[in-house]
Nanobody, 130 residues
Framework: QVRLEESGGGLVQPGGSLTLSCAAS????????IGWFRQAPGKEREAVSC????????YYSDSVKGRSTLFRDNAGGMVYLQMNSLKPEDTAVYYC???????????????????????WGQGTQVTVSS
């Protein structure tokens, strides 16, 4: 059974940093690309970043590009999203997701629609506020 569990969220001041973790179990992580999404109150879930199964150059959305680093530890069953220079608009619940069809390069990912992903974690809240 595929299981994803996020952690590492919290309250941080603008300009601060957080590293979110996604613990994967129940499947061979090294066979799957992993995506990160976020959902702010009243807004649709949006893609933030993704990384291929081999850990190639990740994709970053324009909203986090240059401020985030996504990397994975397949042996440890973990995927990490490091976020720096956090802004109030980064406030959201952050989710990691997997799907056997997820294809991710540094400029493109598919599926584009969050509802098409078949496995999600429960999410971790990130609040950026002074």
């Amino acid at each position: 059974q595929v299981r994803l569990e996020e952690s590492g969220g919290g309250l941080v001041q603008p300009g601060g940093s957080l590293t979110l973790s996604c613990a994967a179990s129940g499947f061979a992580l090294d066979n799957y690309a992993i995506g990160w999404f976020r959902q702010a109150p009243g807004k649709e879930r949006e893609a933030v970043s993704c990384i291929s199964s081999s850990g190639g150059s990740p994709y970053y959305s324009d909203s986090v590009k240059g401020r985030s680093t996504l990397f994975r530890d397949n042996a440890g069953g973990m995927v990490y999203l490091q976020m720096n220079s956090l802004k109030p608009e980064d406030t959201a619940v952050y989710y990691c997701a997997s799907d056997p069809r997820l294809y991710c390069t540094d400029t493109y990912y598919y599926p584009r629609i969050p509802d098409e992903y078949d496995s999600w974690g429960q999410g971790t809240q990130v609040t950026v506020s002074s």
